[in-house]
């Protein structure tokens, strides 16, 4: 588990992202914002169809129905299944019909086929206004990635916002007695392995445009620090000094890393430039200090200390002033990770003799505790802020798990011999 090896390295790992006193953020909307009440309508075969492939296309339409409803812009309404037909006449819509169950809005999916190609027409029609509001047609691959994309569209189409259905998330699995980093899209399917150096691979972060992954390898038999070139698979080192080289953060312009590293004899937070490769130490204390995390601003920098006797979360700013402590509640708290929409943090905190996810507004206060059962670590957002990607043992072994921002909704994504250290991924926009 992922405390017990940061504390054999002096506490150096413990932790990660957060915010600043002086920002003005944005308040997490969710709790505000109506969900959209839509209908999934049975698949309209436009022509002779099989029976085979209506099947076949009802299990495309399954996966976007379950990239809708996880989004939380929509509160998905069943659809009469003992008639196909149902709020329909020759093709058209009654609307009369659709609102009886509750609808606001239907997705109807209608299907053709030649001999060469299917095609999948999905419309979003407003029963308010009685027209659609969004219509694609596609040629079927029938690949998961598709179905991702036309989701992120329909959420950016009516919402303004960009979706998560094409996000992926990183991590590392346990391959015996070595950790590889890999990746998987974010409900757990297509699992790609990204590296196989035979070695413990630790703490993967996404650069800003998702080109790239920074992660801690003990290849050496020392930690380090690498990037991994998502598209060149090309690997390069970032920092191999003497001692500790760990909690590699990338700043949000990806001009920076923050980095912890003990080659002054005390673990330490220090500012790496990229392009010129140099260092700025940021902290300067008898404690140890560790597993920066920026602000959504890059003006800040959260980070971990044992400056008052037990791990608890501190914040300053990015030239390493202004130093103050954010928890007190609890005397062991670790592993801060700040909301992409600024207005929150999740952590890790101690609560009798297990690890648990909470979260807190970013002044401190607004505690709540998310998880209850097991062991649960290595909080991540999504991108946009609404939901988090953690590991938990509660049914064994460690597997990646997510949950909605307010803790609802808790589910295993994976089913491996171990899995741990999610990083969500940025937005890739379709």
Same mark, same amino acid.
């Given at each position: 588990?992922? =405390? ?22 944005? &308040? ?19 022509? &002779? ?6 099947a076949k296309v009802k299990d495309i339409v399954d996966i976007l129905s379950d ?53 999948? &027409? ?121 001692g500790l080289n760990t909690s590699p953060a990338w700043s949000p312009d990806g001009? &920076? ?37 920026? %602000? ?36 062991? =708290?670790?592993?801060?990770?700040? %909301? ?41 957002? %999504? ?9 938990? =043992? ?14 609802? =909704? ?21």
């Amino acid at each position: 588990m992922k =405390n017990f090896f940061l504390l054999s390295l002096a506490h150096i790992f413990l932790f990660s992202l957060a915010i600043a006193q002086t920002d003005v953020y944005l &308040k997490l909307s969710t709790s505000e914002r109506r969900p959209i009440e839509l209908v999934v309508t049975p698949i309209q075969p436009q022509g &002779k169809i099989t029976q085979e492939k209506m099947a076949k296309v009802k299990d495309i339409v399954d996966i976007l129905s379950d990239d809708l409803a996880f989004s939380l812009y929509f509160q998905l309404i069943e659809s009469p299944d003992s008639d196909p037909g149902y709020g329909f006449k020759k093709g058209q819509v009654l609307a009369g019909s659709w609102q009886l169950l509750g609808a606001k809005m239907l997705l109807i999916p209608e299907l053709r086929s030649d001999k060469k190609q299917d095609h999948l &027409k999905v419309r979003i029609y407003d029963l308010g206004v009685g027209r659609d509001i969004f219509a694609k047609e596609i040629f079927l691959d029938y690949s998961r990635g598709q179905v991702h994309r036309i989701c992120d569209e329909i959420i950016k189409a009516l919402t303004g916002e960009n979706g998560v259905a094409s996000t992926r998330i990183a991590f590392c699995q346990k391959n015996g007695q070595n950790k590889e980093l890999a990746v998987l899209e974010y409900d757990g399917h297509n699992l790609q392995k990204l590296t196989a150096l035979n070695t413990i691979t630790l703490s993967p972060d996404w650069s800003p445009d998702g080109s790239k992954l920074a992660f801690i390898s003990f290849q050496r038999n020392r930690t380090e620090i690498y990037s991994l070139d998502m598209k060149a698979w090309k690997l390069q080192a970032v920092s191999q000094v003497e001692g500790l080289n760990t909690s590699p953060a990338w700043s949000p312009d990806g001009k &920076k890393m923050a980095l912890t590293l003990s080659k002054d004899g005390n673990a330490e937070i220090y500012l790496y430039t990229l392009d010129s490769r140099s260092l700025q130490r940021l902290t300067n204390s008898w404690a140890i200090d560790c597993s920066p995390g920026w %602000s959504p601003n890059g003006r800040e920098l959260v980070f971990t200390s044992d400056r008052p006797g037990s791990p608890q979360i501190y914040l300053m700013d990015a030239d390493g002033s202004n130093i103050r402590r954010l928890t007190y509640q609890g005397n062991y =708290n670790t592993s801060p990770v700040w %909301s992409p929409k600024g207005d929150k943090i999740a952590f890790v905190s101690r609560i009798n003799g297990l690890f648990q996810i909470c979260a807190m507004n970013v002044t401190g206060d607004g505690y709540t505790q998310l998880t209850y059962e097991g062991d649960n670590e290595d909080p991540s957002w %999504s991108p946009d802020g609404l939901h988090l990607a953690f590991s938990s =043992n509660r049914t064994g072994s460690n597997q990646l798990w997510l949950m909605h921002w307010d803790g609802s =909704n808790q589910k295993a994504v994976t089913n491996l011999g171990g899995a741990l250290m999610p990083a969500w991924s940025p937005f890739i926009i379709p």
